[in-house]
């Protein structure tokens, strides 16, 4: 079992910034890739951004892409989503989650493990 908690989400205006945490604990948390999600209202959960185990691969979504990165800290057992000149549109519940999976997965079914979400709204 992987157990993973993120923080940091509130609300920030439009071109601002915000830095998301997710702590991870229980299982060998460099063993795995860690991905971010958002789900916002009436709308499905979509991919975000993903890092792999070693943090030696990104990958964004197109409408990310240039302002948000992801990091990790293996030490630490923590991956971060910092996000910048942030938009009304990245309003959403943010998730974090990991994966056991090579090359960086991008869908929800790759992930084994799920953290409960944080807020994150933008204000016009």
């Known amino acids: 079992q992987v157990q993973l908690v993120e923080s940091g989400g509130g609300l920030v205006q439009a071109g601002g910034s915000l830095r998301l945490s997710c702590a991870a604990s229980?299982?060998?948390?460099?063993?795995?890739?860690m991905g971010w999600f958002r789900q916002a209202p009436g709308k499905e959960r979509e991919f975000v951004a993903v890092?792999?185990?070693?943090?030696?691969?990104?990958y964004y979504s197109d409408f990310v892409k240039g302002r948000f990165t992801v990091s990790r800290d293996n030490a630490k057992d923590t991956v971060y989503l910092q996000m910048n000149s942030l938009k009304p549109e990245d309003t959403a519940v943010y998730y974090c989650?990991?994966?056991?999976?090579?090359?960086?997965?991008?869908?929800?079914?790759?992930?084994?493990?799920w953290g409960q979400g944080t807020q994150v709204t933008v204000s016009s």
């Open positions: 989650a990991a994966s056991l999976r090579a090359g960086g997965p991008k869908r929800m079914q790759e992930y084994e493990y």
């Open positions: 229980g299982r060998t948390f460099s063993r795995y890739a």
């Open positions: 890092i792999t185990w070693s943090g030696g691969t990104t």
